[in-house]
């Protein structure tokens, strides 16, 4: 008798739950819908919505050509200027481009070249080795997709205990697995650390969410934590899981941000199915500081440094520079 019950009421919900149509207007509206009662950061990326809906659904009409009402509905998307939002369909996927944010500020055939040479250290996915006369650490992570072993963490701050300071050097890291920004971390925390907060959006207004949860970092093994001077490299390249890392560095003493204020990215981003059968995503979740800052349009560096000519004319990386001077005390 369950499974008849369950199986009548789904059909009646078959039955009588009425079809959602599948032209170009209504698929215009329902995308519209979706994002304005649960995109994450109307009030921070300062959007009007409604208005967004004035300037793209002028240019929507039923029968128009799927490639043309991509386009539209596509360039809507990225009026949220967020790498986190995508329209997907069989012919093409749209996206904004993070890089567009600001300079790249790193050119890392140059840093091969003058600072680490040939035969720099590849340990997992970090390439590293001693730099400015053997006093500092440089360890290049270049993406937060590439996985590491404890173990690698390790042998990276054995070999660099004796130094005066570590570089990280995540400039154009465009982010990747969350759970290893936290493995990363308890490498860098001694004690239990909250690093920030988060909070999921709850209800159709621009500002219902959730309560607040606190985000923490437990240390590894204490007595192996690398707690002098640490120089974290970023710049607008720096996205997503870079930027969480970045904030977390706010609540941590030892660390501090060089270079250009990162991507941001710090939604988790969620998406569904549209009437036509496109698939759409964005950000629903938002991750503040401790005293309640949103940094979603990028976590600003403690020392702003951009790449000068001038500077790489002589053999200098000015963002290196930058950090070396902090942690040389020049």
């Known amino acids: 008798m369950l499974i008849l019950l369950v199986f009548v009421s789904s059909c009646e919900q078959i039955i009588f739950t009425p079809a959602i149509s599948s032209d170009a207007e ?39 050509p799927d490639d043309s009402l991509f386009f539209v509905m596509g360039s809507m998307l990225n ?3 967020d790498g986190h939002v995508n329209l997907s369909s069989e012919f093409n996927v749209s996206r904004f481009d993070i890089t567009l944010l ?17 035969d720099y250290y590849m340990t997992g996915p970090f390439a590293h080795d001693f ?17 590491f072993s404890d173990d690698n963490i390790l042998y990276m701050l054995d070999r660099y205990e004796q130094t005066q300071g570590l570089i990280i050097d995540m400039r154009q890291n465009g982010g990747g697995i969350i759970s290893n920004v936290y493995q990363l971390l308890s490498h ?17 207004d621009h500002n ?27 710049d607008r390249g720096s996205y997503s899981s870079t930027s969480m890392f970045s ?22 981003p969620n998406g569904g199915q549209l009437p036509n059968g496109w698939t759409y995503r964005f950000s629903i979740t938002r991750t503040l500081t401790n005293d ?15 790449l000068k000519p001038s500077d790489m004319a002589l053999g200098y990386d000015t963002v290196i520079e930058a950090a070396l001077d902090t942690l040389l005390g020049r």
């Open 26 to 64: 209504s698929t215009f509206d329902y995308l519209w819908d979706k994002v304005n009662e649960q995109y994450a950061f109307f009030d921070v990326k300062e959007i009007n919505w409604d208005n967004i809906y004035t300037q793209y659904s002028s240019s929507v009409y039923n029968d128009m």
């Open 79 to 81: 009026e949220l200027k």
């Open 102 to 118: 600001g300079p790249k500020n790193i050119d890392y055939r140059f840093i091969k070249d003058n600072y680490l040479g040939t």
């Open 131 to 147: 730099i400015a006369g053997n006093q500092i650490g440089y360890i290049r992570y270049s993406s937060f997709m590439s996985g």
């Open 188 to 204: 860098l925390t001694v004690s239990d650390t909250v690093l920030y907060t988060s909070n999921i959006k709850s209800g159709p």
């Open 208 to 234: 219902d969410f959730s309560d607040l949860m606190s985000l923490y970092s437990s240390p590894y093994d204490s007595s192996l934590t690398y707690t002098k001077p640490i120089a974290v490299l970023i």
């Open 247 to 268: 904030l977390a560095t706010l609540s941590l003493d030892n660390i501090f941000l060089v270079g250009d204020t990162t991507g941001g990215g710090l939604g988790m």
């Open 292 to 306: 309640g800052i949103n940094y979603e349009n990028g976590i600003p560096p403690d020392i702003y440094a951009i």
